[in-house]
C-alpha cells in the first residue's frame, strides 16, 4: 500500500504481535487502546498514542481493529468517540475481531454510507501464529478492497483467502472455531483413552499425530496438555464467546450442531470453576475429571 500510516486498535494477545510486524516492516502505526499499558512495548518502538478510536480514525486512512467481544466492537465502532464519528470517504475500515457476522454487516452498512469501505478480516492461528507471521486471515467484503489491503494481510499473515460480501469473513471463522471445538474434544478423549489403557501419552502422539489424525492441535496443543502447560495462545473465555456466535448463527440458520452444544458447555464448566482465562488446551482437565482420570 502506498499509504504508509495504519491505525491499529486492539494491542491483546493477538493484536500486540501483529502491529509490531508492521512496525518492523516500516509502518507508522497510530495506536488506542482500551488499556494503555499493554501497547507500551509497541509506543517505545514507535507507534504514536491516541486516547480514542475516534482520533486514530481522524489520522489514519485505513484502520484496523481486532477487540475482544461484540460488545466492544459495537462501541469502538459506532460509540460516541468511536471510528465512525470520523470515517471519511475512501477511507478502509477492517475489523480482525472475531465477532457477530451480521454486526459486520452493519459496520459495512455505515461505511458504505460515508463513502468507506469495510472489511471482517477474523484470524486464526493464536498468539504463536500472530508472533511468528503465520496467522490465518478469512476476508469478507468488496473484494478489490480486500485485494488492495492483501500486502498487509501477508505481513503477519500466511494463509490469506477472500470469501465473500460483508459478514462472510465472519461465517467462515465460526466454520474454523466448530472445526477447533470438535478436534479438541477428539484429542482430549483420545489422550484419556490412552492413558486409562496404561499407555504412555508422549508415544501415542508420535503415532497418531503422523497419520490420519494429523493436526494442528494434536502437533501444538497435546503435547502441552501432557505436560500440564494450560497458559493461553486463546483463552476459554474467547472461545465459549466465539462457539456461542457459532451457535446462535446455526440456530439462525435452523442448524443442529450437538457436538458444538456439548463442547461449548464444557468450557462453560471451566469458566465457573475460573479457568476461563487459561488456552483452550484446558478442556483437558474438564475430560479427564469426567473420566474420574487423576
Known sequence: MKDRIIGWIGTGLMGNPMAGHLLRHGYRIYLHNRTRRKAENLIADGAVWFDTPAEVAEHSQIVFTIIGYPRDVEEVYFGKDGILSRTRPGMILVDMTTTRPALSVRISEEARKLKAFAVDAPVSGGEMGAVNGTLSVMAGGEKQIVEKITPVFEIFGKNIVYQGPAGSGQHTKMCNQITIAGTMIGVCEA????????LDAETVLKSISKGAAGCWTLDVLAPKMIQGDF????MVDHLVKDLGIALEEAEQMKLSLPGLALVRQLYIALQSLGHGRLGTQALYMAVKH???LK
Not at 191 to 198: K, S
Not at 231 to 234: L, M, R, S, T
Request: charged residues 15%; hydrophobic residues 35%; glycine residues 26%.
Open 191 to 198: 489422550l484419556v483413552y490412552g492413558t486409562r489403557a496404561g
Open 290 to 292: 469426567i473420566s474420574g
Open 231 to 234: 497458559e493461553p495462545g486463546f
